[in-house]
């Protein structure tokens, strides 16, 4: 069956960086588009970008251009989302999801926690 | 950018009752790239409607889209014990926004 499983709960500074994985099983790896989704603690959804596993194009959401990366390995099958220069505004459960473009979002991973803090 | 409007914030109704959310978008959102999610506090996201009518693989009956341009609604139309969450509504015709939810709570 169709899994994304994502790496465990974070800590950061304000100022560091934080690589969240998203390891995919159960379809063809490259053949969707991984978009990344947080919320923030009492917060709604936040759009963050996709990564097209196919040929490497990304989107970016405005408000973290410059400090986001989505990047894939196709190998393992995994998608990475690193953030930097992180603030306290950046603690959130980020999560990644399987992209069918007009049929929407129809598999997440389990969300990870990501919490920045002196 | 596409804002997303939902009301309302919180319904508060009982098992076995209707449900109506609106979702109402800025701009018209081309070929009704409309999705809504449900979405539980410890869970991941659960796509219900893509397309603003059509329901998700594994997705009961029960749920229902319907709206073009601006104004959406999901309709839930016997609520389940389940069925109280959050319900966000995200436009990816432009960009790709999420309303800011509706919370169903039991009454």
């Known amino acids: 069956q169709v899994q994304l499983v994502q790496s465990g709960a974070e800590v950061r500074k304000p100022g560091a960086s934080v690589k969240v994985s998203c390891k995919a099983s159960g379809y063809t790896f490259t053949s969707y588009v991984i978009t990344w989704v947080r919320q923030a603690p009492g917060q709604g959804l936040e759009w963050m970008g996709w990564?097209?596993?196919?040929?490497?194009?990304?989107n970016y959401a405005q408000n973290l251009q410059g400090r986001v990366t989505m990047t894939t390995d196709t190998s393992t099958s995994t998608a990475y989302m690193e953030l930097r220069s992180l603030i306290s505004d950046d603690t959130a459960v980020y999560y990644c999801?399987?992209?069918?473009?007009?049929?929407?979002?129809?598999?997440w991973g389990q969300g990870t926690l990501v919490t920045v803090s002196s | 950018e596409i804002v997303l409007t939902q009301s309302p914030g919180t319904l508060s109704l009982s098992p076995g009752e209707r449900a109506t959310l609106s979702c109402r978008a800025s701009q018209s959102v081309s070929s009704t790239y409309l999705a809504w999610y449900q979405h539980k506090p410890g869970q991941a996201p659960r796509l219900l409607i893509f397309?603003?009518?059509s329901r998700a693989t594994g997705i009961p009956d029960r749920f229902s889209g319907s709206g073009s341009g601006t104004d959406f609604t999901l309709t839930i139309s016997r609520l389940e014990p389940e069925d109280f969450a959050v319900y966000y509504c995200?436009?990816?015709?432009?960009?790709?926004?999420f309303g800011p939810g509706t919370k169903v709570d039991i009454k």
């Open positions: 995200q436009q990816y015709g432009s960009s790709f926004t």
């Open positions: 999801a399987r992209d069918r473009g007009y049929s929407g979002y129809d598999r």
């Open positions: 397309g603003a009518s």
């Open positions: 990564i097209s596993v196919y040929n490497g194009d990304t």
